[in-house]
């Protein structure tokens, strides 16, 4: 069963489960190590290639821009391209805006549905502390 969680996203009864907490964790570990070294101000695909190699570094499972098959009544339709999944149990989005807009939000929460996962980071470098720059997502 269902239930609303913060900002109204609904949550899975009991939460993503102690493996995708523990790989969400992990990750903000490794943005935090990448911005630590950074700081804001560069191009997304910069941290993307950062922290990437920075999950490498600690043994961490990935995949980079996964795609996945969007379909309508059906039909394909085309494909959507996730930044990072990460443990096979966590969608992570990168960005580099001046603050999170709902559309990044609702964007990942698509991602999540499309792919049966139910935990996701936003993670915005475009911060001076990273840990402002975290939007946890749980559907």
């Known amino acids: 069963m269902n239930h609303q969680g913060t900002k109204g996203t609904k949550v899975h ?16 570990g490794a943005a935090i190590e990448v911005h630590r070294h950074l700081g804001p101000g560069f191009l997304e695909s910069t941290y993307e290639s950062a922290v990437c190699l ?3 570094l600690r043994g961490i499972p990935f995949e980079r821009q996964k795609s996945v098959a969007l379909s309508y009544k059906g039909k394909a339709i085309g494909e959507g391209r996730l ?5 096979g149990v966590v969608v992570v989005e990168l960005k580099t805006v001046e603050s999170f807009a709902p559309i990044h939000t609702a964007q990942l929460i698509s991602y999540l549905r499309l792919t049966g996962l139910c935990l996701g980071l936003l993670v915005n470098f475009n911060v001076p502390v990273l840990r402002d720059g975290i939007r946890r997502v749980v559907v």
């Open 13 to 28: 009864q009991g939460g993503p489960g102690p493996v995708a907490d523990d790989i969400a964790h992990e990750v903000i």
């Open 54 to 56: 920075e999950l490498e």
């Open 83 to 87: 930044d990072l999944v990460v443990g």
